[in-house]
Nanobody, 114 residues
Framework: QVQLVESGGGLVQPGGSLRLSCAAS????????MGWYRQAPGKQRELVAA???????NYADSVKGRFTISRDNAKNTVYLQMNSLKPEDTAVYYC????????WGQGTQVTVSS
């Protein structure tokens, strides 16, 4: 069974930075595609960034140039470095592992506000 635990969320001022982490249990992390999603109040969950087992990444247009996804297979952890944060980045951020099916973390709140 795969379990995902996110951390690193919090309150930050516009223009600030945060780094989210997602630690995975189990033995399939290194062969899985990992993704970060977010869901703002009243909106659908959306893909923010994803990274394949081979290290290829893709981003939502709204975060390109500001966010960076990375992974450390030795630590079974995926990261999301978020820079130049905007109020519209406020959401609950979820980590997802995909290997034959989706596994989701519990989410971490990111609030961008002055």
């Amino acid at each position: 069974q795969v379990q995902l635990v996110e951390s690193g969320g919090g309150l930050v001022q516009p223009g600030g930075s945060l780094r989210l982490s997602c630690a995975a249990s189990g033995s399939i992390f290194s062969i899985s595609t990992m993704g970060w999603y977010r869901q703002a109040p009243g909106k659908q969950r959306e893909l923010v960034a994803a990274i394949t087992s081979g290290g290829n990444s893709n981003y939502a247009d709204s975060v390109k140039g500001r966010f960076t996804i990375s992974r450390d297979n030795a630590k079974n952890t995926v990261y999301l470095q978020m820079n130049s944060l905007k109020p519209e980045d406020t959401a609950v951020y979820y980590c997802k592992l995909f290997w034959l099916k989706d596994y989701w973390g519990q989410g971490t709140q990111v609030t961008v506000s002055s």
